[in-house]
T-cell receptor, first 116, second 113 residues
Framework: DGGITQSPKYLFRKEGQNVTLSCEQN?????MYWYRQDPGQGLRLIYY???????QKGDIAEGYSVSREKKESFPLTVTSAQKNPTAFYLC???????????????FGSGTRLTVV | GENVEQHPSTLSVQEGDSAVIKCTYS??????FPWYKQELGKRPQLIID?????GEKKDQRIAVTLNKTAKHFSLHITETQPEDSAVYFC????????????FGTGTKLQVIP
C-alpha cells in the first residue's frame, strides 16, 4: 500500500526541547515538503526538498531544520528557537514536474505538536 | 512571491444547494491551480485541478473555473451532500522544474441536512 506516513500522530514538547517529526514515503516521489497548519491561516510552507541531499527554506523556516539523506525520508526538527511551535504539521510529496504534475501533492496524516 | 486569497472563510448551505468558493492569486506565472479537501482530522486530498490553458473543468458534482485575465478561480459544488462538509483549500503553482504550491487560507463548508 503506497503512501506517506507521518509519526507520531500526537507529540508533546517541553519548553526548550528539540523534537523531530518523522515523514516517510514509498511513492518514489523525488520532492517532499513540510507545511504547518494553524487555524485560519491555511497551509504555510516550512521547508521543501527536490532531491536527496538538497533542501530549501520555505516561507516560515525559522526555528526548524530538516535533512534529506534518503529519498524516502524527510524528517523535520522543531528546535527550541521556534517560539510558537504548537500546530498541526503536514508532510507531503510529489512527482517533480517537467512542466506540470498530474498528481498534485500526496499528504501524510499529520502530526499535532503541543508545547506543555 | 505568490499570494493566494480565498473567500469565504466559512460557508453554510442547505443540502442540495450549490456552494461556491472563490480564490484570487497574484503571480501571473502561476498556471496550475489545484483544490484540496480536508475532512475533520484527516489529511488534505486533491479533488480537482485546472491548468491555465483550460477555462473550466468538471468532475461529477464539482467544477472549477479559471479566469487568467482577472487572476481568479472558483470551485463550484452542486447538489451538496453532508459528506461534502470539510475545509477546502485552493492553491496556485507556477510551471517549471519545481512545483512550489501556495495555498489559500481555507474555507470551512458546512452542509446542513
Amino acid at each position: 500500500d503506497g503512501g506517506i506516513t507521518q509519526s507520531p500522530k500526537y507529540l508533546f514538547r517541553k519548553e526548550g526541547q528539540n523534537v523531530t517529526l518523522s515523514c516517510e514515503q514509498n511513492l518514489n516521489h523525488d520532492a517532499m515538503y513540510w507545511y504547518r497548519q494553524d487555524p485560519g491561516q491555511g497551509l504555510r510552507l516550512i521547508y521543501y526538498s527536490q532531491i536527496v541531499n538538497d533542501f530549501q527554506k520555505g516561507d516560515i523556516a525559522e526555528g526548524y531544520s530538516v535533512s534529506r539523506e534518503k529519498k524516502e525520508s524527510f524528517p523535520l526538527t522543531v528546535t527550541s528557537a521556534q517560539k510558537n511551535p504548537t500546530a498541526f504539521y503536514l508532510c507531503a510529496s510529489s512527482i517533480p514536474p517537467n512542466g506540470f504534475s498530474d498528481y498534485g501533492y500526496t499528504f501524510g496524516s499529520g502530526t499535532r505538536l503541543t508545547v506543555v | 512571491g505568490e499570494n493566494v486569497e480565498q473567500h469565504p472563510s466559512t460557508l453554510s448551505v442547505q443540502e442540495g444547494d450549490s456552494a461556491v468558493i472563490k480564490c484570487t492569486y497574484s503571480d501571473s506565472a502561476s498556471n496550475y491551480f489545484p483544490w484540496y479537501k480536508q475532512e475533520l482530522g484527516k489529511r488534505p486530498q486533491l479533488i480537482i485541478d485546472i491548468r491555465s490553458n483550460v477555462g473550466e473543468k468538471k468532475d461529477q458534482r464539482i467544477a472549477v473555473t479559471l479566469n487568467k485575465t482577472a487572476k481568479h478561480f472558483s470551485l463550484h459544488i452542486t447538489e451538496t451532500q453532508p459528506e461534502d462538509s470539510a475545509v477546502y483549500f485552493c492553491a496556485a503553482s507556477p510551471s517549471g522544474g519545481y512545483q512550489k504550491v501556495t495555498f489559500g487560507t481555507g474555507t470551512k463548508l458546512q452542509v446542513i441536512p
